[in-house]
């Protein structure tokens, strides 16, 4: 054992800790810091590209110089919170609240473009809920046959149609009860609480946001990783379906140059204690 050796103390570190995200507005500025939730995973990734020149003379080229051109850090972090704000960063979309909906409305037009029994129709789709009520009521569900133009009014006996109360759908239980393309009356009360939704907003092509982790190692000495400015992007799959796994979702922060003047791209900071 040499002497350096013998008066090095290593700091070997098994890595846990935790993320936040600062989504940064219109104007690039911080507006707080959000904890991602448990996270499974969290990766700082490296690439460096450089040019090489070669010689041009003598039978074998040799290395003249090389020059690295572009650096890449890129963090990776893994979500076990499926929380509707990191949905959000998942479909680069934006988290929303939709308050409870219990308003009964009357003579809901609904073009019935298939009325076989194979077919489910949802109630309450409109532009505030493109998803459709969440529940309906039972006590005051009604339909009309109104037709190809929705003005006609005959009524629909309950025993011809089924309705999923618990998600607002609803189908006829044969064919023949309303003709394929007609449109459907229907009064019903929606039984929605009050839900966070996600959606994807198309005005929306980026995400920027600060990202922190707070080291917490499980051994070794850890550290504090900020970046101020990142370009926030999903990657990989979500498993809607699964029976051998939770549902993770990953996003990739690209670490780029801050705004701000003087600060650093990226900066891993000691910890006290």
Known sequence: MTLARDNHANNIILGAGEFFIDVLDADGLPQG??????????????????TTVYSGDGPTPEV???VVNRVTRTLNITMHDILPANLALFITGESVAQAA?????TDVKIKIGKASPEYW??????????????????????????GTDGNGNTAITADKYEVDLANGRFRFKESGVVDDGH???????????AVDAVKVNPETKQVFAAIRYIESAADGKGYTFSAPRCDVRASGSL???????EQPTQIVCQI??????????????????
Do not use: C, W
Request: hydrophobic share 35%; proline share 6%; charged share 25%.
């Open 33 to 50: 810091e959000r904890y991602l939730g448990d996270t499974v995973g969290g990766t700082l990734d490296v690439q460096t590209e450089t």
């Open 64 to 66: 003249l110089t090389e």
């Open 101 to 105: 909906d219990t308003t009964k409305v």
């Open 121 to 146: 129709h949802q109630l309450g789709v409109t532009a505030a809920r493109p998803a459709g009520a969440l529940a309906v009521k039972e006590a005051d569900l009604k339909m009309k046959d109104g």
């Open 183 to 193: 449109i459907v009356l229907v009064t019903f009360t929606p039984d929605s609480a």
């Open 239 to 245: 498993a809607l379906k699964s029976r051998d796994t």
């Open 256 to 273: 780029l140059e801050p705004k701000q003047e003087g600060f650093p791209p990226l900066y891993i900071n000691g910890q006290a204690g």
